[in-house]
């Protein structure tokens, strides 16, 4: 029987289908365009073959591409009933998530990687900080999601798509020379691999490197598919240290033709967080309010993200609605998330409350409200998932609340507090 790159048999008899398999998982993996391509040839090459109809599903689930993706999922399921134990295994698990049941697909997983370790795309959806852990709520999900997959470890070697996940892991959780050499490896390996691309820019950023960001992916950019699942995240990145580094204008240029709404393409949910990010953090760094872009970036969100439930996504869109003036709809949405938070059925909790609570009382220029209730969102806002570097947010705007009620020396504490994190990077860091 033909295998995968991994060593794992698949249930075709046709090496071309196998090949155009290989290369669209490689595809999604890496956070390439082109995946679309490769799997509808495989399936065109062998029509009862399933699991390049689950790893589209996954693929377009993760271009946002929901309904779609969950409608694929089904049929690969129907579809796999005749295979291999492990290939109907593998397909569950990635329904499920697809189907949005986190819990479950997060004990399939685990339950399929006991015996087949080595099953990459089955591992990852519990990788980085949008995965199964990362969206979990867990406040230690960071040092549990490094903990497993050091275990895969051995069973992965120096592969370099595996080595680019453990090593941002390593980077969450402040093991920064760990993360350096596993993602300077994992991108030797493969130099088009834009997530070790994207997270060697995290490393940068921990350690206060605006510079050397900018001069990377300015070099490695102009390579990178625009269609492809990390281009506009990767550009957020470029927009941000330029604005850090006082290169405004080509921090707006980036911003208008690679990250709101209407510019390149990308997944909703980093066109709506990186752009309200962009523009909350360019206003912390002086910039006048632009308010048509805020009321449009606030109408994308809406029609992204209607109802609450995604707890990265809700923070986001609340500070949209705060930032256009409408609180009716950030009522509305709060509301929702009590609801959900009643039912035990919102794994980000409380804290998103007290986050949207002090974006609210700082644009209304109520420092000590803001202060009051940042101080008490900060450790916790861990819960919400996403990266360090994008929940710093929170942390920028509690020092700009600080400064603007004139509390020096609480300011300075905060900032010392995180000098086990380059407290640099909350000095001079991308606000």
Same mark, same amino acid.
């Given at each position: 029987?033909?295998?995968?790159?991994?060593?794992?048999?698949?249930?075709?008899?046709?090496?071309?289908?196998?090949?155009?398999?290989?290369?669209?998982?490689?595809?999604?993996?890496?956070?390439?365009?082109?995946?679309?391509?490769?799997?509808?040839?495989?399936?065109?090459?062998?029509?009862?073959?399933?699991?390049?109809?689950?790893?589209?599903?996954?693929?377009?689930?993760?271009?946002?591409?929901?309904?779609?993706?969950?409608?694929?999922?089904?049929?690969?399921?129907?579809?796999?009933?005749?295979? &291999?134990?492990?290939?109907? *295994?593998?397909?569950?698990? %990635? =329904?499920?998530?697809?189907? $949005? /049941?986190?819990?479950? @697909?997060?004990?399939?997983?685990?339950?399929?990687?006991?015996?087949?370790?080595?099953?990459?795309?089955?591992?990852?959806?519990?990788?980085?900080?949008?995965?199964?852990?990362?969206?979990?709520?867990?406040?230690?999900?960071?040092?549990?999601?490094?903990?497993?997959?050091?275990?895969?470890?051995?069973?992965?070697?120096?592969?370099?798509?595996?080595?680019?996940?453990?090593?941002?892991?390593?980077?969450?959780?402040?093991?920064?020379?760990?993360?350096?050499?596993?993602?300077?490896?994992?991108?030797?390996?493969?130099?088009?691999?834009?997530?070790?691309?994207?997270?060697?820019?995290?490393?940068?950023?921990?350690?206060?490197?605006?510079?050397?960001?900018?001069?990377?992916?300015?070099?490695?950019?102009?390579?990178?598919?625009?269609?492809?699942? &990390?281009?506009?995240?990767? *550009?957020?990145?470029?927009? %941000? =240290?330029?604005?850090?580094? $006082? /290169?405004?204008?080509? @921090?707006?240029?980036?911003?208008?033709?690679?990250?709101?709404?209407?510019?390149?393409?990308?997944?909703?949910?980093?066109?709506?967080?990186?752009?309200?990010?962009?523009?909350?953090?360019?206003?912390?760094?002086?910039?006048?309010?632009?308010?048509?872009?805020?009321?449009?970036?606030?109408?994308?969100?809406?029609?992204?993200?209607?109802?609450?439930?995604?707890?990265?996504?809700?923070?986001?869109?609340?500070?949209?609605?705060?930032?256009?003036?409408?609180?009716?709809?950030?009522?509305?949405?709060?509301?929702?998330?009590?609801?959900?938070?009643?039912?035990?059925?919102?794994?980000?909790?409380?804290?998103?409350?007290?986050?949207?609570?002090?974006?609210?009382?700082?644009?209304?220029?109520?420092?000590?409200?803001?202060?009051?209730?940042?101080?008490?969102?900060?450790?916790?806002?861990?819960?919400?998932?996403?990266?360090?570097?994008?929940?710093?947010?929170?942390?920028?705007?509690?020092?700009?609340?600080?400064?603007?009620?004139?509390?020096?020396?609480?300011?300075?504490?905060?900032?010392?507090?995180?000098?086990?994190?380059?407290?640099?990077?909350?000095?001079?860091?991308?606000?």
């Amino acid at each position: 029987m033909l295998t995968d790159r991994y060593g794992l048999e698949v249930s075709t008899t046709s090496p071309a289908a196998r090949d155009a398999y290989v290369a669209g998982v490689d595809s999604v993996i890496s956070g390439v365009a082109g995946y679309r391509a490769h799997l509808a040839e495989a399936v065109d090459r062998d029509p009862s073959f399933a699991l390049p109809k689950i790893a589209l599903a996954r693929g377009i689930f993760l271009d946002g591409e929901v309904k779609a993706a969950r409608e694929l999922a089904a049929d690969a399921v129907s579809l796999v009933a005749d295979a &291999t134990p492990r290939e109907r *295994s593998h397909a569950n698990v %990635l =329904a499920l998530g697809i189907q $949005g /049941k986190p819990r479950e @697909a997060m004990r399939a997983m685990h339950d399929h990687l006991r015996d087949w370790p080595r099953d990459a795309m089955v591992l990852a959806p519990a990788t980085s900080v949008f995965g199964l852990y990362g969206f979990s709520g867990d406040p230690a999900h960071e040092e549990a999601l490094y903990a497993f997959l050091s275990s895969l470890a051995p069973d992965y070697g120096q592969d370099w798509w595996f080595e680019a996940m453990l090593g941002f892991a390593a980077c969450e959780t402040g093991r920064l020379d760990e993360a350096w050499r596993l993602l300077d490896r994992a991108f030797a390996a493969n130099p088009r691999h834009a997530h070790a691309a994207h997270f060697r820019a995290h490393v940068m950023y921990e350690r206060g490197e605006t510079a050397q960001i900018l001069d990377f992916l300015e070099g490695w950019m102009p390579q990178h598919d625009p269609r492809s699942l &990390t281009h506009c995240h990767l *550009s957020w990145h470029v927009a %941000l =240290a330029a604005l850090a580094l $006082g /290169k405004a204008e080509r @921090a707006w240029q980036v911003f208008r033709t690679s990250v709101r709404p209407g510019g390149a393409w990308g997944p909703p949910i980093n066109v709506v967080t990186d752009s309200v990010s962009f523009l909350w953090r360019a206003e912390l760094a002086g910039w006048s309010r632009d308010i048509d872009a805020w009321q449009a970036l606030r109408e994308h969100a809406a029609r992204c993200y209607p109802k609450a439930g995604l707890g990265y996504a809700d923070v986001h869109a609340m500070i949209a609605c705060i930032a256009a003036d409408d609180f009716e709809a950030l009522q509305g949405r709060l509301a929702e998330i009590r609801d959900l938070i009643e039912g035990m059925s919102y794994p980000a909790t409380e804290v998103v409350v007290l986050i949207a609570d002090g974006f609210a009382a700082y644009a209304a220029e109520d420092w000590e409200g803001a202060i009051q209730a940042l101080e008490q969102a900060w450790p916790q806002t861990v819960c919400i998932g996403g990266s360090r570097a994008q929940r710093d947010l929170v942390a920028f705007t509690l020092v700009a609340a600080y400064l603007r009620s004139e509390r020096l020396d609480a300011a300075h504490a905060f900032m010392q507090a995180q000098e086990a994190r380059h407290a640099s990077v909350v000095v001079k860091g991308y606000c």
